[in-house]
């Protein structure tokens, strides 16, 4: 009985997501399945991959010899009863014990065709499932900023992981299930047709056709619950991800029970939802059963029939009864295949909908790589807002010579990190111009963009690794001496040294192993290492206790020797030696100047740092 297995171009000035398709037309579209198997058949046939072609061809030739060989295996059969019985002559003339063998053979040839072509395509599979898995995990890396922020990490790793299962299903049974399934049952339809009669045809194509409509119908209602459990999976697995990854905000809050909750409440929607998935599964194969039984039991009482008028011998019978058990093995893998199809069409179609998610920041078609000559940076009347209805930047403009340090203050809410984000190009500017020696970063090349910049953030997210990788993730192939230097000039090196382990030390998830001065410098020797021209400072040391803030000032001190500075800070003792500060209110520049000329004005900058000298008192 059947199992159950469970690029477009923004235009330029626009910082905001282009319209999505019509929800009613797309989702019609994922219904129908026909957008998911349009791009997976490339997979199947690719231009370029000849080797691919040859294998596809050579797999469906073992397929048909197989499907041969499994039509003609129950002649073979009826021929051997009939020698033993002593009612007719077999036409390999043969003899029992010949025959015997002969139906053995047969069975063993039907079986090994089958392995053969399973092992000619297992490459081609392997490799569509490879190369579509890499293309939406480079697609992901690709979507901007804004949809990363608002999208659950959790639900996008549980989309991707069904995607590409469902990809490997589909490529495997899709074109060695339906095909061959069709081309045994003509050919059994036509043996009976031509050695019985056409009753024999009509009922195997009623039960069929019944057994078919029956399977479609009832596995569309099914892919429907598997569909709500699904999205109860996927939340489930969100919510766990997202306790895990706050495990200290749980712990701070003494939440433990709070998240059980939760998890518990979507599980028990799970729950739900995979009870009903089962008790239709159960209906779905009574019913299967009970039309197969009937078929069955038409076509043998006409054999039957047949033998006790002596118009059949008794190896027809058994021949009849031989094919209708083949006939019911493929209709009941069908009812499988169907319904997972139906469900890998559903995962799929989630993956495909995040592929066709497009970039909101794209490089511009013929991009040159950014060419820095000394690493001028200049924001031009830059106007930006996350939403269109609440602009952030309103016309800022400034300067940031090569080798100079400037750094951005202001209160909560002012624009300081965005600046950084636009600099970075995770989004691209509303109006005016961000350029870098004079080259807007919209005309260049991201790749080039981001190589020439180094960013040191606020909170710094070390991989799941050890400190050398870590450290050696600022660029790639760095040599170990490369890496120690990086280390001594962020003032790590000793601290290392004197671990167990040294660099081969894993910093555990998100780096939570070390301390937040640790992480800091790890991050340092980690952009110095990588040695770009511009360093971008995101608030890196908001987070830190005076004395620790102080050795990591020092590092940053010397990081930025020879570059070109940006800091967006809070902490304002931390830029006092900037070439220039820049003040920030309600995304406006309000005041610009060095430290000491910036507390002569007694203006905005002078009250932030006598509010915080208060504060440090």
Do not use: C
């Not at 397929?63 to 002559?89: E, F, M, N, Q, W």
């Not at 699904?230 to 712990?251: M, P």
């Amino acid at each position: 009985m059947a199992a159950d297995t469970t690029a477009s171009t923004a235009p330029r000035g626009s910082a905001h997501p282009q319209p999505e398709p019509d929800n009613s037309v797309a989702d019609a579209e994922r219904r129908s399945g026909w957008r998911t198997i349009r791009k997976v058949a490339p997979y199947l046939w690719p231009d370029d991959k000849p080797w691919v072609k040859r294998r596809v061809v050579l797999a469906l030739l073992a397929l048909i010899l197989s499907k041969l060989v499994s039509v003609y295996t129950p002649i073979i059969y009826r021929d051997a009863v009939d020698v033993l019985a002593g009612d007719g002559v077999s036409a390999l003339a043969l003899g029992a014990i010949g025959l015997t063998v002969a139906y053995g053979i047969a069975r063993l040839f039907n079986v090994g065709f089958q392995q053969l072509r399973d092992a000619i395509f297992a490459r081609v599979a392997q490799r569509a499932l490879r190369m579509l898995a890499l293309e939406t995990f480079q697609h992901i890396h690709r979507l901007s900023m804004r949809y990363h922020i608002t999208r659950k990490t959790g639900g996008l790793s549980r989309i991707i992981e069904r995607g590409v299962k469902g990809v490997e299903f589909l490529l495997r049974f899709l074109l060695f299930s339906i095909g061959p399934l069709v081309l045994e049952l003509l050919l059994i339809g036509i043996i009976l047709t031509v050695l019985f009669d056409a009753w024999y045809l009509l009922i195997v194509a009623v039960t069929i056709a019944i057994y078919v409509w029956f399977t479609f119908a009832v596995t569309e209602w099914r892919v429907k619950l598997r569909k709500v459990m699904n999205d109860q999976d996927t939340d489930a697995n969100q919510k766990a991800i997202d306790s895990l990854l706050n495990y200290e905000t749980v712990k701070y809050f003494g939440a433990e029970q709070r998240e059980a909750g939760r998890y518990d409440s979507a599980m028990e929607g799970y729950e739900v939802a995979a009870l009903k998935t089962s008790y239709s599964l159960a209906f779905l194969n009574f019913g299967q059963s009970v039309i197969i039984t009937a078929g069955l039991v038409g076509v043998m009482v006409l054999a039957a029939v047949g033998v006790q008028s002596g118009d059949l011998s008794v190896g027809d019978f058994v021949m009849v009864n031989a094919y209708m058990i083949q006939i019911t093995m493929p209709l009941n893998f069908l009812g499988t295949v169907y319904r997972e199809i139906r469900q890998a069409l559903v995962d799929m179609g989630e993956m495909f909908d995040l592929l066709e998610q497009p970039a909101e920041v794209v490089d511009a078609p013929g991009a040159p790589a950014l060419k820095v000559s000394g690493g001028r940076v200049e924001l031009d009347d830059v106007h930006f807002g996350y939403d269109a209805a609440r602009p952030i930047l309103k016309g800022v403009s400034l300067v940031a010579e090569p080798g100079e340090m400037v750094a951005i203050v202001g209160s909560t809410g002012s624009g300081k990190s965005t600046i950084g984000r636009l600099l970075f190009r995770f989004y691209d500017v509303g109006g005016g111009a961000l350029r870098i020696d004079g080259q807007d970063v919209r005309d260049v090349t991201q790749d080039s963009l981001h190589a020439a910049i180094g960013v040191v953030p606020q909170d710094t997210v070390l991989f799941n690794d050890t400190i050398r990788y870590n450290i050696a993730y600022g660029r790639d192939n760095a040599t170990e001496a490369e890496i120690v230097e990086a280390a001594r000039a962020a003032q790590i090196h000793d601290f290392v040294q004197a671990l167990p382990d040294g660099y081969e030390t894993a910093v555990g998830e998100r780096g939570l192993k070390l301390s937040g001065g640790e992480k800091q410098r790890v991050g340092i020797a980690r952009t110095l290492l990588k040695n770009p021209p511009i360093l971008l400072l995101d608030e890196a040391t908001s987070a830190l206790d005076t004395e620790t803030e102080q050795d990591i000032k020092e590092a940053l001190n010397a990081a930025g020797q020879g570059r070109t500075v940006l800091t967006i800070a809070h902490r304002l003792s931390t830029i006092a030696e900037a070439d220039r500060i820049v003040v920030l209110e309600k995304g406006v520049i309000v005041e610009t100047g060095t430290h000491d000329t910036l507390l002569a004005a007694e203006g905005r900058y002078a009250q932030l740092w006598q509010r915080q000298q208060a504060e440090d008192a």
